[in-house]
Nanobody, 124 residues
Framework: QVHLVESGGGLGQAGGSLRLSCAASGRTFSTYSLGWVRQAPGKERDFVAAIARNGLETYYTDSVKGRFTISRDNVKSTVYLQMNSLKPEDTAVYYC?????????????????WGQGTKVTVSS
């Protein structure tokens, strides 16, 4: 089992950058594939990015490709989401999620463990 805690959300400006972090407890962080999922007010969950447990394979939804970068540090048991060129439509609560898997997963309902979320608001 893994406990996830996100941080780094807040207010950003269009065109600016924010970096989200998700710290995990437990000793088996390297066995988990990780993802970031967001949910805007009144909308369904939207899968954003995923990273395999080896940190080499990544996936991005089309709307964030070239702007967001997911990475992980298995020593620090932390996954990051670097968000550049922010847009107002990136406004949402961002959740990190984990599942025991070698490969990344691209559907939010495939993840077993979730953080509490961190709110990101992008002003125009």
């Amino acid at each position: 089992q893994v406990h996830l805690v996100e941080s780094g959300g807040g207010l950003g400006q269009a065109g600016g950058s924010l970096r989200l972090s998700c710290a995990a407890s437990g000793r088996t962080f390297s066995t988990y594939s990780l993802g970031w999922v967001r949910q805007a007010p009144g909308k369904e969950r939207d899968f954003v990015a995923a990273i395999a447990r080896n940190g080499l394979e990544t996936y991005y939804t089309d709307s964030v490709k070239g702007r967001f970068t997911i990475s992980r540090d298995n020593v620090k048991s932390t996954v990051y989401l670097q968000m550049n060129s922010l847009k107002p439509e990136d406004t949402a609560v961002y959740y990190c999620a984990a599942v025991v898997s070698f490969w990344y997963r691209t559907r939010w309902d495939e993840y077993n463990y979730w953080g509490q979320g961190t709110k990101v608001t992008v002003s125009s």
